[in-house]
């Protein structure tokens, strides 16, 4: 089967952690070491990374983290050691992450907006031995007596108390060889969210990361030298995976953006050449509403690639008039998938719109009803997911692994159905799915629809309690900058295209953009917070 014009490599099932059957590709990376070191055989003169001031190839990149790694190693980091990168998007989470790789340690990405218990949590959950962290993070580091077993932190970019400056780890040191490690072996430990309890650290094996990084390849087409700005953050699986890492896998160039701004993106898209993007639907159309794309010549940008909410009409037929080349493409996965679960097909998105694409080809989707049984091609239920680019399970949380995963496949609670071509819709969120008098309504469905309003900028919905019928409709509007719509205006549009009981019951326009988190999500726990502090106003008020 072919997705970008080319054959995909051949396949074969094989047996994985214990008790997996999985689909592989016969011919792939054995580890994440061996990637980088495949980038630097086959480009050492180009481009590795970009950021703010400075750049460096592959073979600079190279000879720095082969300098960090000797030093970490003289610190006494060991194969199967964690390394916390508490980092945002710069030189040293790259460098960080390819040290570990370089001695069969694990690398523990953490985002830089996580703080107090729960970064103490994530540290000593994980049994960090070693902390890299950014200078201007350092008063929310816990106590050293609070985590004996972090024996090193490294300050990057300015002192702190208590650490070694991070310049430490750069300096020369006697060459240490490659670890040899195993494909089942875990290379990056990521945390799960946590919205509710504690956050899951999803072990990404090598054979998982191998796999992923392939599918990007031969799904989108990516070619060798590609050039991806990192717009998101590197500590979350699509700024590592989909990014970062699916760079090194062509020698192209990772372009890092500290923080995200629609201007700055173009300006870097048309100074570097950017030919491929990740972003989600926010991003391309603040690049649309807050950034002149006539003064930026974008004509290299080859590759669109978005995820995490559906991309207004309007957004695509906008982007399709200034940027004629570029080809949008839709993904949907997530931390416990290693990122992409399902791919829409290059030229497949005015005819599959409505998917978030077709299952990866060594992907393995069933959608399974409440007692575990699958239904048939088009009938909605729980979404579970197989593969070998499923996490082997949580790190130190047996029982969550347990709970999470049943015979290979990770239930992933998300609702949706898949058809016969193996095209995916996602409508909701087990959690999200709101029961109006008995009526289900999906969110998503809603949702669709008022992205599609010219009006509307973003959208989510929620449900709001209701004494009567348990739950109603909840909209949250923020409005295209000019544009004007009543709630009237919302429900007209709504019920010419949706069941009665689908139309929104209360609308409300927001003043600045809906709360997302740091890949740029909405966080409808937050929403659903603010719809229960309505319905409370409401009843005071009766």
Known sequence: MQWSGRDLPPSRYEGHYGDRLVRCFSQRPPSLHAVFRDAVRTAPDADALVWEDGRCSYAELEGRVARVAANLA???VEAGDRVALLLGNGPAFMEGLLAAAHLGAIAVPVTTRERGEGLRYI????????LLFDADLASRLPAETELPALEHRFSVGGAAEGAHAYEALLRDATPVEPATVAEEDTAVILYTSGTTGRPKGAMLTHLNIAHSLLHFEYCLGLER???????VPASHVTGLVAIILAMVRVAGCTIMMRQFDAREFNRLAAVEKMTYGLLVPAMYNLCLMRADFAEYDLSHWRIGAFGGAPMPEATIRRLAEVLPGLVLVNAYGATETTSPTTIMPPGAINDYGDTVGRVVPTGDVRVMDTEGREVAPGET????????MVV???WNRPEATQEGFVGGYWRSGDIGSLDDQGYLRVLDRMKDMINRGGYKVFSAEVENVLAYHPAVAECAVVARPDPVLGEKVQAFILLADGATATEQDIREYCAERLADYQVPDFIAFRDESLPRNPNGKIVKRDLREEANRLAEKQAQQQ
């Not at 540290?123 to 070693?130: F, K, P, S, T």
């Not at 030298?225 to 717009?231: D, F, N, S, Y």
């Not at 239920?381 to 593969?387: D, F, S, T, V, Y």
């Open 225 to 231: 030298g590609e050039r991806g700005i990192l717009a």
């Open 74 to 76: 003289r610190h006494g």
């Open 392 to 394: 082997k399970g949580y």
């Open 381 to 388: 239920g729980e979404i579970w997911i197989g593969g070998p």
């Open 123 to 130: 540290l000593e959950n994980c049994g960090a031995r070693v």
